[in-house]
């Protein structure tokens, strides 16, 4: 995905229907690096941009989200907006789709419009479009979340405000013993219990798989560097499916017995030749001196 600048400094105003997609906005907007403040009253805008800037510095970018919860600070939100009074550029985010999705979408949720009071739901959601007239008029991008499910919604997002960095898949790949336990988030789990274990090789036992001695060992065994050959290429498949699916973080797990030796020169090697394919990797080792 090409971006045609980056975003620091920037301040972001997310707004818009009920339902359309504000929380699964705000997320995708996190997770590219946005400090987000949800539900925030607009008349704080000022107060939290300046918050923002002394505790992480003036190129963090700022993403708030403002509903109608906050009722008549509407107007204080628009003229903080056409003023430039927090000394960022501003861009503002309305979301919205039809009424027959939002009614869904709610009812699916089972929560009840803010606005709807004793009434049906339609009539909330029609008081709040009313409420948000003006707010979507000077809107600078609108999206209608009517026909998009969650992955298409954080595409457009990514799209609008991601950056080449931010938009990279970030692969982790962390060695572990199974003696241990096998670690929860992990997304794939790979097994090298097949290979001789350097613990019963005298002069490698008090070594671990970072040492090159070891690292040869194991890669030198049959079937490790055609194991090697085989599970990058399916690895490397996979995260440019995370890509296309919005899923921009992978966790691959490599276990051994006791997370010294085994696991640990095969990850530092998956994590080599990932990094030769252009993925963004760190290794990580878990369990490394716990024997």
Not at 140 to 166: C, K, M, S, Y
Not at 255 to 263: A, L, M, V, Y
Request: glycine content about 8%; aromatic content about 6%; some cysteine.
């Amino acid at each position: 995905m090409e971006q045609s600048h980056d975003h620091h400094g920037e301040l972001v105003v997310v707004t818009g229907m009920t339902g359309a997609g504000r929380s699964t906005a705000a997320k995708e907007l996190e997770d590219l690096g946005y400090y987000v403040v949800d539900n925030m009253p607009p008349s704080l805008l000022r107060e939290v941009v300046q918050l923002v800037d002394e505790s992480r510095g003036v190129e963090q970018p700022i993403a708030v989200v403002v509903d109608v919860r906050s009722g008549s600070f509407f107007q204080t939100l628009q003229a903080n907006l056409a003023q430039g009074a927090t000394g960022r550029h501003a861009t503002l985010v309305f979301l919205e789709a039809t009424d027959d999705v939002l009614v869904r979408r709610q009812e699916a949720a089972r929560r009840p419009h803010p606005l709807q009071g004793a009434g049906r739901l339609l009539d909330g959601l029609q008081r709040e479009r009313g409420v948000l007239a003006d707010l979507r008029s000077d809107a600078d991008l609108v999206i209608d979340t009517t026909a998009l499910n969650v992955h298409q919604l954080t595409d457009r997002i990514a799209e609008a405000f991601g950056t080449p960095d931010n938009t990279r898949l970030k692969v982790t790949v962390t060695s572990f013993g199974f003696k241990y336990g096998i670690p929860v988030d992990s997304d794939f789990v790979a097994d090298m219990r097949f290979l001789p274990n350097p613990h019963w090789v005298p002069e490698l036992r008090a070594s671990t798989g970072r040492d090159k001695e070891v690292a040869d060992y194991v890669m030198s065994q049959p079937g490790a560097a055609e194991f090697i050959d085989a599970y990058v290429p399916v690895l490397e498949g996979v995260a440019e499916g995370y890509l296309r699916e919005g899923k921009r973080f992978m966790t691959v797990a490599v276990g051994c017995t006791g997370g010294k030796h085994r696991s640990v020169a095969m990850a530092e090697e998956i994590t080599r030749r990932l990094k030769a394919a252009g993925y963004e990797t760190r290794a990580s080792h878990r369990d490394l001196g716990r024997e």
